[in-house]
């Protein structure tokens, strides 16, 4: 079976966050880069329910795995 694509834009919708690529780009600006050894899901400026999606999408490999691999390689 093949996942669906999410993009960027619809990963920071689900997170609540403004999801235009102008709020993205700023986004990534104001918190990149993150130290090497922090994983993406334990940055301190995501909230406790954004942290949680971000740990299960990575543990579950599942659709949204992709879209937030690329948002842990730009915060990096």
């Given amino acids: 079976m093949e ?3 999410h ?3 619809e990963l920071f919708a689900q ?3 403004p999801s235009h690529e102008e709020a993205i780009e700023d986004f990534i600006e104001d918190h990149a880069p993150l130290p090497h050894n922090m ?3 334990d940055a301190p400026f995501w909230t406790p329910s954004q942290a949680a999606f971000l740990r ?5 490999d599942g659709d949204w795995a992709e879209v ?3 948002l842990n390689e730009s915060l990096h």
């Fill in 3 to 5: 996942h669906p694509f």
């Fill in 56 to 60: 299960e999408a990575i543990a579950e």
């Fill in 15 to 17: 997170l609540g966050l």
């Fill in 7 to 9: 993009s960027l834009s």
């Fill in 39 to 41: 994983l993406l899901q």
């Fill in 68 to 70: 937030v691999d690329a």
